[in-house]
């Protein structure tokens, strides 16, 4: 048997619960990776290959596919106003709609943005954000997990 003081206080934990507001959920959910770009002049390396680690003068490039939160259905350039990935030091870097492989015959589209990592920056891991924001104006940011192999890393 449940005695009296318990049942109201379950009551009374019920009723708080059902009226504490709801957490917003963020509109987007993103799903991403890093590859490698075109290589060095004079150095023969393969393109879109996954990669943490990069060496100055190399080419990062972010694939970013973002999904509404809703329905789970891909945002395309026409649903998204911009997209754009962002370096500690401020730096940004806008990210292009469009079919991968770029030429021949697509099998996928997503969002890019490619940077080409200066002769003279300086080496270590650091984070990176990517932002969104829709025709609505809703945005959401998103960052790799806080762990050295998630992040950018530029080697010697």
């Given at each position: 048997?449940?005695?009296?003081?318990?049942?109201?206080?379950?009551?009374?934990?019920?009723?708080?619960?059902?009226?504490?507001?709801?957490?917003?959920?963020p509109p987007f959910f993103f799903e991403g990776d890093m590859v490698t770009?075109?290589?060095?002049?004079?150095?023969?390396?393969?393109?879109?290959?996954?990669?943490?680690?990069?060496?100055?003068?190399?080419?990062?490039?972010?694939?970013?596919?973002?999904?509404?939160?809703?329905?789970?259905?891909?945002?395309?350039?026409?649903?998204?106003?911009?997209?754009?990935?962002?370096?500690?030091?401020?730096?940004?870097?806008?990210?292009?709609?469009?079919?991968?492989?770029?030429?021949?015959?697509?099998?996928?589209?997503?969002?890019?943005?490619?940077?080409?990592?200066?002769?003279?920056?300086?080496?270590?891991?650091?984070?990176?954000?990517?932002?969104?924001?829709?025709?609505?104006?809703?945005?959401?940011?998103?960052?790799?997990?806080?762990?050295?192999?998630?992040?950018?890393?530029?080697?010697?």
């Amino acid at each position: 048997m449940v005695k009296p003081l318990l049942l109201s206080s379950l009551c009374a934990a019920g009723v708080l619960g059902a009226s504490a507001p709801a957490l917003a959920q963020p509109p987007f959910f993103f799903e991403g990776d890093m590859v490698t770009g075109r290589p060095q002049p004079g150095v023969k390396a393969p393109v879109c290959v996954l990669a943490s680690q990069f060496r100055r003068k190399d080419m990062v490039v972010w694939r970013i596919r973002v999904l509404d939160a809703a329905t789970g259905q891909p945002l395309d350039d026409k649903a998204l106003k911009s997209l754009q990935v962002e370096l500690p030091n401020g730096q940004k870097f806008g990210a292009k709609y469009g079919p991968h492989p770029p030429k021949g015959t697509p099998s996928d589209h997503f969002w890019s943005a490619a940077w080409e990592i200066p002769a003279d920056y300086p080496t270590g891991t650091l984070s990176y954000t990517v932002s969104a924001v829709d025709q609505q104006g809703r945005s959401a940011t998103w960052q790799p997990f806080k762990m050295a192999p998630s992040q950018l890393t530029i080697v010697p």
